[in-house]
């Protein structure tokens, strides 16, 4: 995901549940916004599970942009190409890593939680091994959240995005992958933070696009990295959270989980990771 080129091919698994109802309405609103191909896949489903599957024309109906939800010109006239499936098996993780192999994708947008006992094939973490196994760009949004897309109208309140940082992977993916998101939804005065958990001298400095409206700071902070990044969120009330990640670096991350695993299972916002 970067500037040079948009995104055109949109991913979204569901499970069905409440939380991935949340994590359609991001897909959707994203994909009207890049004119992209929504492709939106339930594992595990029977035929019955078709009448639970998103309803994109009502969607778009209740957000004012159809008036007749059963006029393909209409809906045409949108520039969005929308694909469901059901597919078999009993591993969703694995299905999904199987069919973003055969058809790759620039986004890839999901519900995640990370605490036990809920219902769901999300209780498998099936978000964090994904995001190894699909080399795409990843918007999570947390499954007790209801991000920065309004349900009733498709209004973007998208205003505060952090921006962790180091010089290895290159700070410049962060930023593409922000601003990218930024020119899509033609956000107003987004304010953007960079945060280099260390000390000032050794903050990478990328460069940075220029808008009218759009504010960049700047800043650095001293101790460890998950809670340094998790308490700026809290600081700035951040409405996304956007990371660069290379997967996991070494043999602790491999017990652990990557850093931005571990900010993702923290989190209270959503959260953008690019994969290199």
Aim: proline share 7%.
């Amino acid at each position: 995901m970067s500037t040079e080129r948009t995104v055109k091919h949109i991913f979204h698994p569901t499970d069905l549940s409440a939380a991935s109802s949340t994590a359609f309405l991001h897909a959707l609103r994203l994909a009207l916004a890049s004119h992209a191909s929504l492709t939106i896949l339930h594992v595990g489903g029977d035929r019955e599970d078709w009448d639970e599957m998103p309803q994109v024309r009502r969607t778009l109906k209740k957000w004012g942009l159809l008036k007749d939800d059963m006029d393909p010109n209409e809906f045409l006239a949108l520039g969005l190409g929308v694909k469901k499936l059901l597919a078999h098996g009993s591993d969703p993780l694995q299905t999904c890593a199987d069919y973003l192999d055969k058809h790759p994708t620039d986004l890839v947008v999901l519900a995640t939680n990370q605490e036990a006992g809920n219902t769901g094939w999300m209780k498998r973490r099936v978000a964090e091994p994904l995001l190894r196994a699909s080399g795409a760009t990843t918007l999570f949004i947390p499954h007790d959240r209801a991000g920065f897309v309004e349900p009733s109208t498709g209004k973007v309140a998208l205003k505060r995005m952090l921006l962790p940082i180091s010089p290895d992977p290159d700070p410049l993916q962060a930023v593409r992958a922000a601003t990218l998101l930024a020119d899509h939804l033609t956000l107003e005065n987004p304010e953007f933070t960079l945060l280099f958990v260390g000390t000032q001298a050794d903050m990478p400095w990328p460069p940075l696009p220029e808008r009218n409206g759009w504010t960049w700071k700047r800043t650095s902070r001293e101790g460890e990295v998950v809670g340094t990044i998790l308490a700026m969120e809290k600081e700035i009330n951040a409405d996304l959270i956007v990371m660069a990640t290379k997967g996991h670096d070494g043999f602790l991350d491999a017990l652990r989980g990557s850093t931005t695993e571990r900010v993702l299972r923290g989190t209270h916002c959503p959260m953008l990771t690019g994969v290199i």
